[in-house]
């Protein structure tokens, strides 16, 4: 008997594991006396009878179907019997971690812009990761019809509404157009809300979303590229210099050839008409300070002219309480004498 009895014995577990398996379903089998579950890390059992589920098991190991499935087991009828005859049951093992998936949109997603009629193409990548968030959802969605379920199952699934959710969030966050990276997290959280959602439907949480790089067409990104230039160096002159100096450092710019040629004699007018603009702003600056300085020196001879005028001048008086040397009406010699020689102006 005993030799019989070990001819239906069982071990349930989960035999085809995959990192990239969300589940994957032991049926069709009967589970004999003397069977035994095992449980390995980051894996969850569950017992279903008819599509209902009868027990979850989350705990890893090797367990005893007989002594310790059994009493969590009471609702299954054939488990009451004791294994006289076997019972077919359906046990989901469920992957319990955590998946990353990388994503990118395989077609540019137009998304509308004053500046482009059409809308801007872009290209986007990133990364998502989700995790199994409802069994019975799940079981109820999926695993009723499914053998198994992949990574790759949830990853079309996702990038089927990604282009749309890509225009909403970007036309929404997107403040520059020209610069969508610095709006990315902002982006990446909407669509993680969204998708997340839309998951829910068939228990899968999506519990981070992110955005590496926005692509945009090489025309575009040339135009981006040139203009971050052109704002880092301050103007497209110096823009010019600095870039003919680099060619010819570096050695694309060499002699012998009419496109260096050229080139230097640009190079050359370039920094002729900075001289010339520089020699003019210095004769404009001393033409203005040399006016200045004549003006200065006429009012200083004005000045000084009046003052040896001043000097000159006959005086009235003698200063000295005597009678003035001068008469003050026609400006006679006066000898002391009290009343002008020559008009008779009274002196004193």
Known sequence: MGFF????????????????????????????????????????????NNGKVEGIFEDEGSFNI?????????????????????????????????????WGTQSPVLIPTPQLPGG?????????????????????KIAGIKQSYLVEDVKIRITSVLDQLLMKWISREGKDMF??????????????????MQMMDIGI?????????????????DMITKTASHEMIGNLQK??????????ASGKVQGGGAASDMAGMMMGMNMANEMLKNMNQNNQNSNHQNSNNQGNNQSNQNQSQQQNNNAGAPSSSG??????????????KNEGANFCPNCGQKLA
């Open 205 to 221: 949480g999506i519990t981070g979303f992110q955005v590496m790089s926005f692509n945009y067409p090489q025309e575009i990104q």
């Open 179 to 196: 610069n969508l990276q610095a709006n990315a997290s902002d982006i990446a959280r909407g669509i993680q809300e969204d998708l997340d």
């Open 120 to 140: 801007m193409p872009i290209r986007a990548n990133g990364t998502f990761n989700f995790k199994v968030s409802d069994y019975v959802t799940l079981i109820d």
């Open 66 to 102: 007989d002594s310790e499935i059994i009493p969590f087991l009471s609702t299954l009828k054939g488990f009451k019997f004791g294994f006289n005859s076997g019972m077919r049951v359906e046990v989901l093992f469920v992957n319990t971690k955590e998946f990353t998936v990388r």
């Open 239 to 248: 823009y010019q210099q600095v870039s003919m100096t680099d060619g010819i």
């Open 5 to 48: 009895r070990n001819q239906f014995s069982n071990v349930v577990e989960w035999e085809e594991f995959r990192d990239d398996m969300i589940f994957w379903k032991w049926n069709n089998r009967e589970i004999k006396k003397g069977s035994k579950l095992i449980i390995r890390s980051g894996q969850d059992a569950i017992f279903l």
């Open 319 to 332: 200063g000295d309480g005597k009678k003035p040397n001068f008469c003050p009406n026609c400006g006679a």
